[in-house]
């Protein structure tokens, strides 16, 4: 048995009331968690010498609007959606179809082992609890998912925006914000100073490539 295997059958033995589901790919383990356990889940896990994940390598988070819808009419792709996770899809990843979810990559140096924790959210409320006071590293991290996905986590003594402007409305790693912005800056000459604006661009609709066959790549009878 390898090791991440023996680490996905110790982590079901010891935590099967914390932990939803467990799976691994390509030699990854990955575990599913509720919001609630979080905490106490991470806690056990740096604690536990059998395990000593003490280190926090990253937080962020995914929202799943749209997840393994295929934009591209392509010859390969479309049938694989793989640019849409459409194999995810099918092997009812996300049973619960919930948009947002944060994906915690924990690392420990004692057994040379990862393990990645998600936490799928509600769209409406999408509230975890920080890690902060287990893992201090956590601090930019959440506030870099608040940040790009409004994605709150209690108990952080200082979240607030990370990368964008002050007064920036809105959050840009969400699929339903606008790729052109909401609001656009240029500075007026009769004002004398830089001014926000609604964005001028037009709107378009990007038409897919399309693939052709070329008789030069074509293998000889």
Known sequence: MSDVNALEEKIKTHYAALIQSTCIALNELTVEVSPEFIRPFCL???NESEFDFKLLI???GVDYLHYGVAEWETE?????GFERGREAILSNTNKNKKRFAVVYHLLSLTNNQRIRIR???DENNPTVDSLIEIFPSANWYEREAFDLYGIMFKGHPDLRRLLTDYGFVG?????DFPLSGKVEV???AKLGRVIYQPVTIEPRIL?????RSDNRYKVGD
């Open 44 to 46: 056990a896990l740096r």
């Open 58 to 60: 990253d937080v962020c």
């Open 76 to 80: 390969s792709s479309t049938a694989t």
């Open 119 to 121: 936490v799928y959210l």
């Open 171 to 175: 959050h840009p790693f969400r699929k």
């Open 186 to 188: 240029r500075y007026d």
């Open 207 to 211: 038409e897919p490539k399309v693939i």
